[in-house]
């Protein structure tokens, strides 16, 4: 099983509500990614957890609190988004260390309204 | 620091022709470089990565990429384009010095004129 699974896949939310992205790999993969991208452009760095600790956040809103329960799960949850914030949020996974390549999930597209 | 550089924002080929995607990388170590593709609305998926063994690396696809140390380069190719081929090429760069990190090129737009 090489892939890393997000859902929902679509989700659209208002200013007010709160909402989770999650995102699950049975890979055995230590590091987890969450990056947001916009249109156009590259995938952005926002965290990362390693074997379950943050590791690094990319000054990143308060709004947006990444959460790793377990070493198969990620999740991201939203609260008091602003329109702004409406991009493709993807995750990824890797075996930690320099060399190796990163498995990303198809992406959740988030729209704020 | 790393860093890489992709020349071309946009690139446009016919159906059959070669396919050239240029990246520069900035290295004070032997780096290990990877391209992905991103079809519209969709996640990233690896062609391709160079971690210090053969210079010359075959992807999926058909695409294959040269590290060249002395030109500090590693450039997408393939032979003969196809229609599928049109997509977001992202060369990347892993960060040595914080090894969590990917540091990602600006893109290049493939486009595929039949």
């Known amino acids: 099983d090489t892939e890393v699974t997000q859902t929902p896949k679509h989700l659209v939310m208002g200013m007010t509500n709160k909402k989770s992205l999650k995102c699950e790999q049975h890979?055995?993969?230590?590091?987890m990614y969450w990056y947001k991208q916009k249109a156009k452009k590259p995938p952005e760095l926002m965290f990362v957890y390693s074997y379950e600790k943050l590791s690094i956040n990319e000054s990143v809103p308060s709004r947006f609190s990444p959460e790793c329960p377990n070493s198969s799960l990620l999740n991201l949850h939203l609260h008091a988004l602003q329109p702004e914030d409406s991009a493709l949020y993807l995750c990824?996974?890797?075996?930690?260390?320099?060399?190796?390549?990163?498995?990303f999930g198809q992406g959740t597209r988030l729209t704020v309204v | 620091a790393q860093s890489v550089t992709q020349l071309d924002s946009h690139v446009s080929v016919s159906e059959g022709t070669p396919v050239l995607l240029r990246c520069n990388y900035s290295s004070s170590y032997s780096p290990s470089l990877f391209w992905y593709v991103q079809h519209p609305n969709k996640g990233l998926q690896l062609l391709l990565k160079y971690t210090s063994a053969a210079t010359l690396v075959k992807g999926i696809n058909g695409f294959e990429a040269e590290f060249k140390k002395s030109e500090t380069s590693f450039h997408l190719t393939k032979p003969s384009a196809h229609m599928s081929d049109a997509a977001e090429y992202f060369c990347v760069v892993s960060d040595r010095g914080n090894t969590d990190k990917l540091i990602f090129g600006t893109g290049t737009r493939l486009q595929v004129f039949p």
């Open positions: 890979m055995g993969h230590r590091a």
């Open positions: 990824a996974s890797r075996v930690i260390g320099v060399n190796t390549e990163a498995f």
